[in-house]
């Protein structure tokens, strides 16, 4: 590298750091949200935009090059990052906790439709029994009961307003519920 290339660069290198220098940091410290760092990600990225135009690289458009360049440092460092180990907040004084909350609450609710699905009438039932404990389609459904798919459709439609009656009304209103049919 002569001489006059080595200004020219210096000078090129100038003017995108005049230009260039406040929006990368503003856009490596949004993305980094450390003033620090930021500024680091940003004085590496003319670095290398300098030690590739030394190599005889050749750059269009020098801000999307800067972009390019800071991006990928700032992905490295997103990688660099290493998660808090859990013996580290141990010794911190963390100590986990467990909630099995939904876990009881999904219990709860099934135990609840299940308890519903057998106050049904028998009809009802044996095909919300199929569809909800049992998982199937109406398919294996029709084939199990030998009744047609819309039949079988028009029962568990039934049979799931028949729950939701017997999940919202009290039990003197069921038993009129239930003798309706």
């Given amino acids: 590298m002569t001489r006059k290339d080595n200004t020219k660069l210096q000078a090129t290198m100038t003017v995108a750091y005049e ?15 450390d003033p620090g760092v930021s ?11 300098w030690k590739y135009l030394v190599k005889g ?42 909630d099995d909350s939904d876990r009881l609450f999904d219990s709860i609710d ?3 439709a299940a308890s519903l699905i057998e106050r049904l009438p028998a009809k009802y039932r044996e095909v919300m ?3 909800y404990v049992k998982g199937l389609t109406l398919e294996e459904m029709s084939l199990i009961s030998k009744k047609s798919k819309n039949t079988i459709a028009v029962q568990v439609h039934r049979g799931l307003q028949k729950l939701k009656a017997l999940h919202i009304l009290p039990p003197v ?7 309706i049919d």
């Fill in 19 to 33: 230009d260039h220098n406040k929006s990368l940091n503003k856009h490596a410290f949004f993305k980094l949200n």
């Fill in 129 to 131: 029994t199929m569809k």
């Fill in 110 to 112: 099934g135990n609840t």
């Fill in 57 to 98: 690289g050749k750059i269009h458009l020098m801000k999307a090059f800067l972009y390019h360049v800071l991006n990928g440092l700032i992905i490295d460092q997103y990688r660099k990052r290493k998660p808090t180990s859990l013996d580290s907040l141990l010794e911190k004084g963390f100590e986990p906790g467990i």
């Fill in 173 to 179: 209103s069921l038993l009129c519920l239930l003798l």
């Fill in 39 to 49: 500024e680091d990600m940003v004085q590496e990225t003319f670095l290398k935009t």
